[in-house]
């Protein structure tokens, strides 16, 4: 599985790297990369862009505990310790930090980051207090005018096909969205909400090929069922305490998700995608937390935040998971 994520990993960086001039065996210190990162997602990637949001109820990371660890000066509004995945992405792919679209005065010739902590791929997914999948895409748009106003188009448009479109958002449609609303429950069968979800990510690709995009990254979902708020949910007796309807829902999502970038790919030329099998990876360790010992620390720390930690569980996991996969790398 480690091997898997290093590939995973490794994939990616090549995607973002387009101008490799690597002499020595240790290519990650030595890319010089001209291309640019744009991020899609949720509190997994959520750089602080909900600080700017002006709504009476929040969900925010601006303040103490997140932020802990030093590595920023203060709470950025990461649901993190310190960095997110992409944070460590951009840093081995030698770009600086990707910042949040909402930050005044900033500057996106190196990508920029749209995800906003609890954003779904569905509209309706705390509609009214996150920035949805639909309106990351419209600030897109701004992102690439500004470009060409400022770059030309022959330059914008080198850019955004060399660039890489990374998501990692969908959780939120099934804890809240889906499980935590009795109406949508109603309304829709798991399988049919499943394919909503799944239908509206595949319009979001599109949208983004269809403007220039080429290289696309994707974080699967975690078993959903085993994060801390939907053990509370589970009323069954089974040993790993796991809410198996959301494990089932994050696993037909990601199968689905699976299916939809082999056909995209035989279907859109050009098209390239690395895909993360988070769900296994992290799964492998919830049920089996002995047989990581070589990162007893880390993984025991992870293991408590499973059990025990909400907000910042998944970034802390995906910190890991970075971690890990260099370690391997090295
Ligand atoms: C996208 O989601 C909306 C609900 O927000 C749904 O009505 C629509 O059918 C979905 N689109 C696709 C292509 O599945
Ligand atoms: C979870 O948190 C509760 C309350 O803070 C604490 O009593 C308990 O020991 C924690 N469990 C684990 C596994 O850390």
Not at 257 to 265: C, D, I, P, Q
């Amino acid at each position: 599985m480690l091997i898997h994520h290093f590939d995973f990993l490794i994939t990616l960086l090549i995607l973002l790297s387009f101008n490799l001039t690597c002499n020595t065996a240790s290519p990650l210190n030595k890319i010089t990369s001209s291309s640019a990162f744009f991020i899609f997602g949720d509190s997994s990637v959520d750089p602080g862009n909900n600080n700017y949001i002006n709504t009476i109820q929040k969900i925010g990371a601006n303040y103490e505990p997140y932020g802990q660890n030093g590595f920023f000066q203060e709470p950025t509004g990461r649901f993190s310790d310190g960095r997110v995945v992409v944070d460590y992405i951009a840093e081995y792919a030698n770009l600086p930090i990707i910042p949040p679209f909402l930050l005044p005065s900033a500057e996106f010739t190196h990508g920029a980051n749209f995800a906003s902590g609890g954003a779904g791929i569905l509209s309706e997914t705390n509609r009214g207090v996150v920035i949805d999948l639909k309106t990351q895409l419209k600030n897109f748009e701004e992102v690439q005018k500004t470009l060409r106003e400022n770059l030309g188009d022959e330059k914008t448009n080198e850019l955004i096909s060399e660039a890489v479109y990374f998501f990692s958002i969908g959780s939120n449609d099934y804890m809240g969205g889906y499980l935590g609303n009795p109406v949508m429950q109603q309304n829709y069968l798991p399988e049919e909400y499943v394919g909503m979800v799944i239908g509206n990510l595949t319009n979001a690709i599109q949208v983004l090929y269809e403007k220039g995009g080429r290289k696309f990254g994707f974080i699967s979902l975690p078993p959903l069922g085993c994060l801390p708020a939907l053990r509370a949910l589970n009323t069954k007796d089974n040993e790993d305490g796991c809410f198996q309807d959301a494990c089932a829902l994050g696993l037909a999502h990601n199968n689905a998700l699976s299916a939809v970038l082999t056909s995209l790919e035989h279907i859109f030329k050009g098209f390239k995608y690395c895909n993360s099998n988070f769900y296994n990876w992290l799964n492998n360790i919830i049920q089996n937390p002995s047989l990581f010992g070589m990162f007893t620390i880390s993984l025991d720390l992870l293991y408590l935040r499973v059990v025990n930690y909400t907000s910042a569980v998944l970034t802390y996991a995906l910190y890991i998971h970075t971690v890990t996969t260099l370690i391997r790398r090295f």
